[in-house]
C-alpha cells in the first residue's frame, strides 16, 4: 500500500510581482506624518493619518461650524458637543429647530426642504468636528426620506459619522418630531478638502 508523501517544496503556478507606488500621481505631495504625530490616534501600513483625536481637534472646529450664518438665519439651535470624556463618539452633533406656521408648505405641514436643512446642517456640523484646522469639507450628496409629517412643535436631528476615511465620509441623521417619533432619515456623503 502506498502512502500519500506531498511535495517537499510547492511552487505557485503563477507569481506575481508588484510595487506600491506612493504618491499615486506625478506631482502629488506625499503627506507628512510628523505633525500629525500628537493629532492622530491610528497611522495606516503607508504612514498616513487616518482618523483626529477628540480632545486636538473638537473645540476648534466645532466652534467654526455650529456659527454658521445659515443656522442663524433659518433659527437652528445646535447642541454644543459632548464632552470627549463621557465616551460620546467623534463626529457627532444634535441640532433643533422650534417650528411653527411660518415654517408651512402650502398644505399646512412643515415644509420638507426646512426638514432636509435641518438635516444637512446637523450632518455638517458631525462631519465638520472631525476635520483638523487645516481641513475644510464639502457635501457630494445627500438623500432624505421623509417618514411622516409635521405641523409644529420642536424637530431634533441627530447626526452621526458613520464612516471617515483620509477624504471621503458618510454620515447618517435622524430627524424626530416633539412626540419623538422618527419623522425623516437622511444620510450624506461629504469629501474633505484642504483649506487653501
Known amino acids: 500500500m502506498r502512502t500519500y508523501r506531498p511535495p517537499e ?4 503556478i503563477l507569481s506575481i510581482k508588484f ?26 501600513p503607508l504612514g498616513r493619518p487616518s482618523f483626529p483625536k477628540v480632545h486636538s481637534v473638537l473645540p476648534v472646529q466645532s466652534e467654526r461650524f455650529s456659527t454658521a450664518p445659515i443656522s442663524r438665519l433659518v433659527g437652528f439651535d445646535v447642541q454644543p458637543p459632548a464632552d470627549p470624556d463621557s465616551g460620546t463618539p467623534l463626529g457627532h452633533a444634535v441640532v433643533r429647530i422650534q417650528c411653527g406656521p411660518q415654517h408651512h408648505n402650502p398644505m399646512g405641514r412643515v415644509h420638507g426642504g426646512l426638514v432636509s436643512a435641518l438635516a444637512d446642517a446637523a450632518m455638517g456640523i458631525a462631519f465638520g468636528r472631525t476635520l483638523l484646522e487645516s481641513e475644510d469639507f464639502s457635501t457630494i450628496e445627500m438623500k432624505i426620506n ?13 447626526a452621526t459619522v458613520v464612516e471617515r476615511g483620509l477624504r471621503i465620509g458618510f454620515v447618517q441623521c ?7 417619533k422618527l419623522v425623516a432619515t437622511a444620510t450624506s456623503t461629504c469629501t474633505v478638502l484642504s483649506q487653501s
Open 9 to 12: 517544496k510547492t511552487r505557485p
Open 19 to 44: 510595487r506600491l507606488i506612493w504618491p499615486p500621481f506625478e506631482g502629488s505631495r506625499e503627506v507628512s506624518t510628523k505633525r500629525y504625530n500628537d493629532t492622530f490616534n491610528h497611522l495606516d
Open 146 to 158: 421623509f417618514i411622516r409629517p409635521v405641523k409644529d412643535g420642536l424637530l431634533t436631528a441627530t
Open 174 to 180: 435622524d430627524i424626530t418630531g416633539p412626540k419623538g
